[in-house]
């Protein structure tokens, strides 16, 4: 059994090279931590927050993340898809998650604000209801996902083939109506 650790916030670790103990963590508080390219897997965080932290290409397979929330982060490259999915809730706020995998899980009513996800690669996913909030999705990737009653009226830089995804009920800016269109080549004109 691991041990728990609770209420208990870690300000500026440096994780990289020492890994960070491995327990359960609840209601824990992680601030300007680097926990790039370490190794977080097999950790368990409960109701946990990370503020001002890298945790861009960390080992996170097995993890859990329930209610966990993620608020000016660096988390490029992180491969959510080899986390622990069962129980998974996260919540980003402003954070950068370009080239990180969510491949094949269930993020239904997930929500995304003020974030980069640039190369991102959703494929497969259930992002149903979910919401990309003023979010930069250059070159994400979406292929045969729910996006059903998805909320991308905010969202730039898309491209999703309506062919090859589920997006009925999905909501999108006129603005950006090229972001669907983008396969057929067209010239769209103001």
């Known amino acids: 059994m691991q041990n728990l650790i609770l209420d208990k916030t870690f300000k500026g670790g440096n994780y990289t090279a020492t890994r960070l103990a491995r327990a359960e963590y609840e209601n824990c508080i992680f601030e300007g931590c680097d926990f790039s390219k370490g190794y977080l897997d097999n950790q368990i965080f409960l109701e946990c927050e990370f503020i001002d932290c890298n945790l861009s290409n960390a080992n996170i397979v097995n993890t859990t993340f329930k209610e966990v929330k993620f608020s000016h982060c660096k988390l490029i490259g992180l491969a959510f898809n080899t986390c622990n999915a069962f129980l998974m ?10 080239f990180a995998i969510f491949t094949e899980l269930k993020l239904a009513s997930q929500v995304f604000t003020s974030c980069k996800l640039e190369e991102a690669d959703f494929g497969d996913c259930d992002l149903s209801k979910s919401k990309f909030d003023e979010c930069n999705l250059e070159r994400t990737v979406f ?10 009226s905010t969202a730039t830089n898309f491209s999703i083939d309506p062919d090859n995804n589920t997006i009925k009920g999905a909501i999108f800016s006129r603005d950006m109506l090229e972001g669907l269109l983008h396969k057929y080549k067209l010239k769209i004109l103001e």
């Open 89 to 98: 809730d996260l919540s980003f706020f402003d954070c950068n998650l370009s």
């Open 143 to 152: 292929g045969r996902t729910n996006l059903q009653k998805a909320d991308f």
